[in-house]
């Protein structure tokens, strides 16, 4: 199926020829999934290595060098299939916590605990928030979207309303897909306190609308890995361990890298590229071309005005940051004192106490008010992971991924919001003395160091105009991963369905689409 055929219709005997320009997870799951059907695979990346948001950095701290994660921290979007079927699964070790998350809101020092368990989630839910709703009826239905989240990804079906209408049931889609965040909170849930931390991810990617219809739609995305069947958890040594196999999975597998290569020329009537890899110029032809970058790029280089200017109508505004934040010894945690265990559970950091206030906050953000417009602060404790997996550093690590930053300013302009982040974390901790480093990024810096559009982790925002059905480029209704109206263009980089994240699902589906139609 993927010999190149002559001008009468036969096979030549010859591959046909990928190229993919982006070795990040879409690119490196792309080449995978094309390589193993035959296809003559090049990855062509601008940078010196692979791996794109998902790659480590080092700091000396105390004399000596350690390794975090420089983008991307926590693994948890990813397929389980295709956490097997490339391979990973057995050359990646992975712990995820099975305890609660804990969520704190301004007003008490205590958490309330996001128990796995619906019963006990249900209780607690009622007793520490007041929640009067149907919390069992909202995990139930989420599961069953979650259910045909899984199956488009599994058997990459192009994401549309009819579909979702067929597998859900209309009333549903209109609330879970077609609607808005806050009109599906309001359904389920009477307690803002739920509502906040339920619908918490409608700013994942950047700072969407609850009020925006299509916005629905991100709750369920965001639980819809199957890895850790729908939580998050952490890969021994750090998640670029996923890049780094990945690649070396993939050169066994007989695909070939380009690195440190710069696009001068795209020819789409001849399929051929061109491109400057140390001073040298090479070319290459191609029978499809894949973008696995951010999608500005692909506009940019095929220099084609009409895309380019369709692209810049599109909404990137991303607001997510992270500070990294080091300590000499173990982080205690005022309330481990509860269960031990709960050491390495996810931690949520409200400012907000309503969806309003939430909402005030994110859409200061975007219209830049101020630097930071406080929101919520997820915290990963990474170090205490890595204990977990035997992997003992002589550094403790925890992440504070944080929203509503404005994209304006790089993290050494605003060291006051740096200092804010962390403070609203500290009360929390029995050793903040032990702290001794942290590293922040702000959306201009993501910008500056991966290329993201506009900061945007997602590389597009996820409002409604650009979730679920609509985030595609494509003019082919039988190809959702068709970039505009070429033949053999695609683009699968993380602003394509269904949105970023380690994962490497665009790139999956976007290889299984090619395949199939190449067939
Ligand atoms: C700070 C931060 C924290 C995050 N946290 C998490 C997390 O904890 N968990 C999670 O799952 N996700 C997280 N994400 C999101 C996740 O990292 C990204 O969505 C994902 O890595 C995007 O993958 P991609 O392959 O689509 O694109 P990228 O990783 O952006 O890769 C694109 C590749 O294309 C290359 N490229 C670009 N332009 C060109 C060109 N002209 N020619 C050749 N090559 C080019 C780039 O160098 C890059 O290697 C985070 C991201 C950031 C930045």
Known sequence: MSWAKNFWGYKTGKMKKIVIIGGGINGLIAANYLAKEKYDVTVVEKKSFTGGACIKDSAVIQNKEID????ATVLGMMPDFIFSETGLDKLIETFYPKTPKLVYFPDSKKSTRIFQNNKELDVELEQEWGEKGDTLGFRNDENKVINYIQHIYKNAISPSIEHAENFLGKDNTDLWVRGSAKDLLDHYFTSEKTKLYM????????PASIYDPGTAFTIPLMDSGSVFNGYWGYVKNGIWKISENLTEINKNLGVKFSLNSNIENINTEKGLISYNSNGVINELNYDHLLFATDPKAPGELLNNETIKSKNSKLNYLGSSGKVTAFFKNPVKWVESNKNP???????????NNTLEEFETASQNAS??????????????AEGGAQRKMNNDEHLDKIILFTKNLSFDKSAEKIDDVKEKIISRVMPHIKNPEDLVFSKFLTPKDLNETFYFPEGNIDHMTLDGNQNFDKRTFSSNANNFYKYYD??????????????GSVAGTPGYMCAKQLIRSDQ
């Open 68 to 71: 975090f994660a420089y983008g």
């Open 199 to 206: 619908g918490m991810t409608v700013i994942e990617s950047g």
């Open 341 to 351: 265990e709960y050491d390495t559970s996810f931690r949520f950091f409200f400012s």
């Open 367 to 380: 219209k830049k008010v101020a630097d930071y417009c406080p929101g919520y602060i997820q915290v990963y």
């Open 486 to 499: 070429f033949d053999n263009i695609y683009y699968c980089g993380a602003g394509s369905f269904p949105c």
